[in-house]
């Protein structure tokens, strides 16, 4: 028995942790399997408790397997020590799911209700770089003219519209960058069709001799809603992979053309977003082969960024180049109005 649980143990493991090298567009059940990682290593943990306390011996097989997959702990867990601004001049940046503006949860007792403890967040929030996903802004009406209140703090904007919506000065719904420093240079990536996902970039000015790239991304959604009940289980899991597998396909297509054009920059880069993928799948892997995230080198705990039922998804992330120093990072979790938290990041740049 015990064998057959060893020999089940190492096929299952290296299965799940072999499968953030695997490509989901060749082989889609790998996106699946990676989402396993955090459920086998606890499985492991047990089965090493299990056999310590009743059995009174070192289970050195999950013992190994389990330091096996100790590799992508980075990416699930920190502990970081919090470090002060240095003298060197620094900057903040936001990155933020700001759900339309919405207020989270009052659609079925309230309809569509916006939200202005989040405008009022957004708007006085003091980071000098802004990425907003999901952003809107009305000029029609002066609580929901967002646009105006940042411009009025001093922000330069830059607001890509959906595709289903004609640009215009007034109305903005779709992703923005907002930045205390000079924009020189807008546009966006094509990273096919969609009605909400979309890839776009600032060069921002930061001193005389110092220009950065930033990116803003929002890839496209897993698929599942956590608050939705469904009548009957056997429904549930044909609904859920289906919705898994086109995700995960889908999210790897979008990444390919903004990881070469990322590679392609000519200044520096800072690359914010809802990439809608935790840590250990195959996508967040790609960016992290030439990047750094900013959670990995100075968050602290699990990170989780998303507020709902999924509570224990980290999935909006800020990943930056060689030629940055983070200085801080934290999840704002005080800041309850959508449902992703707001994350934050303090950086400078490199001395020459």
Known sequence: MLRILNIFLIITSLLIYGSIFIPPTLFWPAGI?????????LCLLMNIAFQLILRHRIPFLSLGLLLFGVFVMPEIFQWNSVVTDQERKSFEVLSYNSRLMREYKAEEAKGWVYSQEMINFIVEDTSAIKCLQEYYSDGRWKALNVSQKLKQKGYEPYVLNYHQFAENDEFARGMAIFSKFPILKRGKIDIGESSINQAIF????LSPKDTIRVYNLHLHSMGINPELEWQKASEAYPILLSK????????????????VHIAQSPYPVLVCGDFNDP???YNYQQFRKNLHNAFEQKGRGFGFSVNSPMFFLR?????????????????LREVPYSDHFPIKSTFRLSAP
């Open 279 to 281: 840590p250990f799948t």
């Open 315 to 331: 999935i909006d992330n800020q990943f930056y180049s060689d030629a940055f120093e983070l200085n801080n990072f934290k999840t």
């Open 202 to 205: 600032a060069d921002v000015l």
């Open 33 to 41: 399997l990676s989402y396993g990682i955090p459920v086998l290593m």
């Open 244 to 259: 898994l597998k086109s995700g995960i396909q889908k999210r790897v297509n979008q990444t390919h053309p903004i990881l």
